[in-house]
């Protein structure tokens, strides 16, 4: 063979070489996109799995509060309703030893221990409103308090210095520590002096 010959033989191998390599990459590149559009199939399938979870994770909370917020609602009310049961069963023991007071018929010989039975029932009483919070605001003698008083009239005394109660009509109560009736009393004012 003449070297021309071998020249364009090399020609046409490395061509088909060439086209080789380039059908092989393309064949490569080709499989390559292919599982580049199957990870993205994979990818969006991840995520609408991920959405579906969490819509209905939203929606079971979203469940869960309405649920909560009628509980709630339903307790408050119950509690409007029935929160005073406790205190009233403590009264009603004290009811209970009026009734049985009341019903002593009352003589010259018993009157003297029906006294005594009711000072008991009204120590019972003080007692029990104690127990659940409710106390008298100590208020004869002291300095008038419109936070505490409700002044119905003043009169001229030496006995208490002026402002300061004189007498009680109703006595003042809290509840804890807010007043839940206020007192009515009477208020001292100074005397005034004849000339």
């Given at each position: 063979m003449s070297k021309e010959q071998d020249s364009k033989k090399d020609n046409t191998n490395s061509e088909d070489d060439l086209v080789s390599h380039v059908l092989e990459e393309s064949q490569t590149s080709g499989d390559e996109k292919e599982p580049?559009?199957?990870q993205d199939m994979g990818a969006e399938s991840s995520l609408t799995k991920e959405l579906e979870t969490a819509k209905n994770?939203?929606?079971y909370l979203k469940a869960e509060f309405d649920n909560y917020k009628k509980r709630v609602i339903k307790e408050r009310s119950e509690l409007v309703?029935?929160?005073s049961e406790h205190a009233f069963s403590q009264i009603l023991e004290i009811v209970d030893n009026f009734e049985r007071a009341l019903s002593i018929e009352i003589t010259p010989e018993n009157?003297?221990?029906f006294e005594e039975g009711m000072r008991m029932v009204y120590?019972?009483?003080i007692e029990t409103l104690?127990?659940?919070?409710?106390e008298e605001v100590e208020s004869e003698g002291k300095p008038f308090d419109p936070n505490f008083h409700e002044a119905l009239s003043a009169e001229e005394t030496n006995d208490v210095p002026e402002g300061h109660v004189l007498r009680i009509l109703k006595k003042p109560y809290k509840l804890h520590d807010k007043i839940?009736?206020?007192g009515q009393v009477i208020v001292a004012k100074e005397?005034?002096?004849k000339e």
């Open positions: 580049t559009v199957t994770d939203l929606l309703k029935y929160g009157l003297k221990s120590s019972s009483l104690k127990r659940l919070g409710v839940i009736r206020p005397t005034e002096s």
